[in-house]
């Protein structure tokens, strides 16, 4: 290739007095920076750094920027009153494109060049998969917020948690007897083509067929599909209930063909909410939805009972009463999933306290401060509702919402127990060598 | 379901597949064939098409009619003045040198796509069919909009065939195509041909978007499956050739919507790359294509 234009000529361009000047003041511009503030006091009043391993860009942009409002509203909320141990928090950010590859260069990235003291707030669940052996290796507290089973099936390692939402498998298993009782005996399944759905795939079965229920089809659909129509034809005609959750951007589209497909002649169907997390219920094409049922972690719509925690909590993040962003009723919120990162930086803190942590050399300490939590009392630092922890797998278990979708809102119609989630713990982190 | 009505649903989804990718690829194909430029960031304008029927939809009150016809206009005529600014201060500055202009076209695609998260934001945002009459076949219902699709984009393709083939402005793009230095000793202005084209391109990947949009969503992401989509069909159809390109968009569209309902969508992307090896292998030129000179 001959570069007849010069194109790749850096002679061509000399540095002028004036571009050098223009680099220099932008140099003393980044360091007046408030990212750039040195500490001048002693160690002791340092903040403490928090890797925030966000999904900025990517297929979950939109929960990635709804996580940052939430945790930077529980960091604001935390700093007020005093931070940890007497030290301010401050979260460090980093974009991890929600691929799991660059996921596990960012934790690298948190434990070696920030130093920050712990990575947290990731929520897809490849990503989790893919960023948890960087977090082992660099023994670094990883605190996930992801909803997944893959920290509870003990298959990662003892740096990660996942204290602040429950996984699948609990939602699952507590959400069956409703569904069987409710919604129909012979159920079938569409979830997406990578490891979020499989928990669904593997523990739905399951969990139906003790309540005397069945899954008669299940239907992967990879997550980056953009149409559905095609899939349809697979549900078989005796369902009942048509079990969905999907993620991504094509969401939307999924019910809307769903819609079309079906018309007022459908099946029951239940839903995760992640099939329409920052996706406003009104859209047009979703009034079918109406009548239907979706699991909810923390309920988008402001219900009647809410207790006072939980307004404090909605307010403090900035959602009104229909989940979306105050001043912008477009803006929905992923308001199931994102009061986890709230109640984890409050298991952070507590654990932290617990552990008298004073900087990375004592990760170990904290890791095993919070393998000793037990229980998370409902209030202000636990909006969601009360939950237990079990330290071996390094889950919570807490409520669960089931919400009918009615009149443009979605309300509130079944909450399940604590104990309807819990099961067997399949292995113990705590074995595992520090 | 039985096989018949099966089939048929395979078939009208093919279809629906087919008329957008042959609007998108077409631009691809023509941006190819005149400029020889290898245009990355045509996905990006199909993204772009998108975005701005969202944006106009819904500062345009009253019934989404309306605001859909408004953004049917005013999307691809945006899209097509950016792709022209584009063309003169990028592809235009590197004189179409083929290496740099593929160089430039990813680096177009990086910044148009960063600057929709920016300012759009990444989530997806629905637009309203401007209507929406759910067609009641015995066997099951199917969107009367998506059947319209089918229907726009024929007229379009015939529109485009027409204006290439008998205007003076298609004899003058034909003319550049053919012999582009020739052509200008002729005196045709080659260097505003090539502008013309860069925007008709992106504008035709610009209608594609706004006619699928209310079935799929504006996103800032959505441009990367019609890109792959679009080069393995101007690939298989042969560049440059509008014959080919169509063909070569039914063809690929109806194998995706067959294969992918009776068996899986991952087997439909398999068999189509595989089709792409097959035909570079025994017929680099594509289907269609003419041998290059």
């Given at each position: 290739?001959?570069?007849?234009?010069?194109?790749?000529?850096?002679?061509?361009?000399?540095?002028?007095?004036?571009?050098?000047?223009?680099?220099?003041?932008?140099?003393?511009?980044?360091?007046?920076?408030?990212?750039?503030?040195?500490?001048?006091?002693?160690?002791?009043?340092?903040?403490?750094?928090?890797?925030?391993?966000?999904?900025?860009?990517?297929?979950?942009?939109?929960?990635?920027?709804?996580?940052?409002?939430?945790?930077?509203?529980?960091?604001?909320?935390?700093?007020?009153?005093?931070?940890i141990n007497g030290r301010p928090v401050e979260l460090v950010i980093e974009d991890d494109g929600t691929d799991p590859g660059r996921g596990a260069e960012v934790v690298g990235k948190f434990a070696t060049q920030h130093k920050t003291d712990i990575v947290f707030g990731t929520l897809f669940s490849h990503v989790v998969i893919g960023s948890a052996p960087?977090?082992?290796?660099?023994?670094?507290?990883?605190?996930?917020?992801?909803?997944?089973?893959?920290?509870?099936?003990?298959?990662?390692?003892?740096?990660?948690?996942?204290?602040?939402?429950?996984?699948?498998?609990?939602?699952?298993?507590?959400?069956?007897?409703?569904?069987?009782?409710?919604?129909?005996?012979?159920?079938?399944?569409?979830?997406?083509?990578?490891?979020?759905?499989?928990?669904?795939?593997?523990?739905?079965?399951?969990?139906?067929?003790?309540?005397?229920?069945?899954?008669?089809?299940?239907?992967?659909?990879?997550?980056?599909?953009?149409?559905?129509?095609?899939?349809?034809?697979?549900?078989?005609?005796?369902?009942?209930?048509?079990?969905?959750?999907?993620?991504?951007?094509?969401?939307?589209?999924?019910?809307?063909?769903?819609?079309?497909?079906?018309?007022?002649?459908?099946?029951?169907?239940?839903?995760?909410?992640?099939?329409?997390?920052?996706?406003?219920?009104?859209?047009?094409?979703?009034?079918?939805?109406?009548?239907?049922?979706?699991?909810?972690?923390?309920?988008?719509?402001?219900?009647?009972?809410?207790?006072?925690?939980?307004?404090?909590?909605?307010?403090?993040?900035?959602?009104?009463?229909?989940?979306?962003?105050?001043?912008?009723?477009?803006?929905?919120?992923?308001?199931?999933?994102?009061?986890?990162?709230?109640?984890?930086?409050?298991?952070?803190?507590?654990?932290?306290?617990?552990?008298?942590?004073?900087?990375?050399?004592?990760?170990?300490?904290?890791?095993?401060?919070?393998?000793?939590?037990?229980?998370?009392?409902?209030?202000?630092?636990?909006?969601?509702?009360?939950?237990?922890?079990?330290?071996?797998?390094?889950?919570?278990?807490?409520?669960?919402?089931?919400?009918?979708?009615?009149?443009?809102?979605?309300?509130?119609?079944?909450?399940?127990?604590?104990?309807?989630?819990?099961?067997?713990?399949?292995?113990?982190?705590?074995?595992?060598?520090? | 379901?039985?096989?018949?009505?099966?089939?048929?649903?395979?078939?009208?989804?093919?279809?629906?597949?087919?008329?957008?990718?042959?609007?998108?690829?077409?631009?691809?194909?023509?941006?190819?064939?005149?400029?020889?430029?290898?245009?990355?960031?045509?996905?990006?304008?199909?993204?772009?098409?998108?975005?701005?029927?969202?944006?106009?939809?819904?500062?345009?009150?009253?019934?989404?009619?309306?605001?859909?016809?408004?953004?049917?206009?005013?999307?691809?005529?945006?899209?097509?003045?950016?792709?022209?600014?584009?063309?003169?201060?990028?592809?235009?500055?590197?004189?179409?040198?083929?290496?740099?202009?593929?160089?430039?076209?990813?680096?177009?695609?990086?910044?148009?796509?960063?600057?929709?998260?920016?300012?759009?934001?990444?989530?997806?945002?629905?637009?309203?069919?401007?209507?929406?009459?759910?067609?009641?076949?015995?066997?099951?219902?199917?969107?009367?909009?998506?059947?319209?699709?089918?229907?726009?984009?024929?007229?379009?393709?015939?529109?485009?065939?027409?204006?290439?083939?008998?205007?003076?402005?298609?004899?003058?793009?034909?003319?550049?195509?053919?012999?582009?230095?020739?052509?200008?000793?002729?005196?045709?202005?080659?260097d505003r041909v090539y502008a013309g084209v860069f925007a008709l391109g992106a504008m035709l990947a610009a209608i594609a978007a706004v006619l699928i949009v209310p079935i799929s969503q504006a996103h800032y992401l959505m441009g990367q499956d019609p890109l792959l989509l679009s080069f393995i069909v101007v690939i298989i159809g042969g560049l440059g050739?509008l014959r080919g390109t169509v063909v070569a968009a039914v063809l690929i569209g109806l194998s995706d919507g067959i294969i992918s309902v009776f068996f899986s969508p991952t087997l439909a992307k398999i068999i189509a790359t595989l089709l792409v090896a097959m035909v570079l292998v025994f017929r680099p030129q594509g289907l269609f294509g003419t041998a290059?000179?």
């Amino acid at each position: 290739m001959t570069d007849k234009n010069g194109f790749f000529d850096l002679s061509k361009s000399t540095l002028s007095r004036r571009t050098a000047l223009k680099g220099l003041a932008a140099c003393a511009g980044l360091t007046l920076a408030p990212g750039f503030v040195r500490y001048s006091q002693a160690q002791s009043s340092a903040p403490i750094k928090i890797g925030f391993q966000s999904h900025r860009t990517g297929i979950g942009a939109a929960y990635g920027r709804w996580y940052e409002k939430t945790s930077a509203a529980a960091v604001k909320a935390i700093n007020d009153a005093g931070g940890i141990n007497g030290r301010p928090v401050e979260l460090v950010i980093e974009d991890d494109g929600t691929d799991p590859g660059r996921g596990a260069e960012v934790v690298g990235k948190f434990a070696t060049q920030h130093k920050t003291d712990i990575v947290f707030g990731t929520l897809f669940s490849h990503v989790v998969i893919g960023s948890a052996p960087a977090a082992g290796e660099n023994k670094i507290p990883y605190f996930v917020v992801s909803e997944g089973h893959h920290v509870a099936s003990t298959k990662l390692n003892r740096y990660v948690f996942q204290p602040g939402i429950t996984d699948v498998k609990s939602q699952i298993q507590s959400m069956a007897p409703w569904i069987a009782a409710n919604a129909g005996k012979k159920v079938t399944q569409i979830f997406p083509d990578f490891a979020f759905g499989y928990d669904h795939r593997d523990y739905l079965p399951p969990a139906l067929k003790a309540q005397g229920a069945e899954v008669i089809a299940q239907i992967a659909i990879p997550p980056t599909e953009s149409s559905f129509t095609k899939y349809f034809p697979q549900i078989p005609a005796e369902t009942e209930v048509i079990y969905h959750v999907m993620v991504g951007p094509a969401v939307l589209t999924f019910v809307k063909e769903l819609g079309e497909f079906y018309g007022s002649n459908r099946p029951q169907l239940f839903g995760f909410m992640d099939s329409l997390e920052a996706t406003d219920i009104n859209s047009p094409g979703l009034e079918f939805l109406d009548g239907s049922h979706f699991w909810e972690g923390s309920p988008r719509y402001a219900q009647a009972d809410d207790s006072a925690a939980q307004k404090a909590y909605r307010a403090a993040v900035g959602i009104d009463d229909n989940g979306a962003a105050v001043g912008d009723p477009k803006d929905v919120s992923t308001a199931s999933h994102m009061f986890g990162c709230w109640e984890t930086l409050y298991v952070v803190k507590k654990a932290m306290e617990d552990a008298g942590y004073k900087g990375p050399e004592d990760r170990a300490k904290l890791v095993e401060a919070t393998e000793a939590l037990t229980e998370f009392a409902e209030g202000p630092e636990h909006p969601q509702g009360p939950k237990t922890f079990n330290g071996k797998i390094h889950q919570c278990f807490g409520i669960q919402n089931i919400s009918k979708v009615e009149g443009g809102k979605l309300t509130v119609v079944h909450k399940t127990k604590i104990e309807d989630g819990l099961y067997e713990a399949e292995g113990d982190y705590t074995t595992q060598a520090l | 379901m039985h096989f018949g009505p099966h089939l048929l649903l395979a078939a009208l989804e093919g279809l629906v597949t087919s008329a957008v990718l042959a609007l998108t690829a077409l631009g691809l194909s023509l941006v190819f064939g005149v400029m020889r430029v290898v245009n990355v960031a045509h996905g990006e304008f199909f993204m772009l098409g998108a975005v701005l029927a969202w944006a106009i939809s819904t500062a345009i009150p009253g019934h989404p009619t309306v605001g859909f016809l408004a953004a049917l206009v005013l999307a691809p005529l945006i899209v097509g003045a950016i792709a022209l600014l584009a063309e003169r201060l990028v592809l235009r500055r590197l004189n179409y040198n083929p290496e740099a202009t593929i160089v430039a076209t990813i680096g177009m695609l990086y910044i148009i796509q960063q600057l929709a998260l920016s300012f759009y934001g990444p989530e997806a945002r629905p637009v309203e069919p401007p209507f929406s009459y759910r067609i009641l076949l015995p066997w099951f219902g199917y969107s009367g909009y998506k059947l319209s699709i089918i229907a726009a984009s024929a007229l379009l393709l015939v529109a485009t065939w027409l204006v290439l083939t008998r205007t003076k402005i298609g004899l003058i793009m034909r003319a550049t195509q053919y012999d582009s230095e020739t052509a200008q000793a002729f005196g045709i202005p080659v260097d505003r041909v090539y502008a013309g084209v860069f925007a008709l391109g992106a504008m035709l990947a610009a209608i594609a978007a706004v006619l699928i949009v209310p079935i799929s969503q504006a996103h800032y992401l959505m441009g990367q499956d019609p890109l792959l989509l679009s080069f393995i069909v101007v690939i298989i159809g042969g560049l440059g050739s509008l014959r080919g390109t169509v063909v070569a968009a039914v063809l690929i569209g109806l194998s995706d919507g067959i294969i992918s309902v009776f068996f899986s969508p991952t087997l439909a992307k398999i068999i189509a790359t595989l089709l792409v090896a097959m035909v570079l292998v025994f017929r680099p030129q594509g289907l269609f294509g003419t041998a290059s000179r």
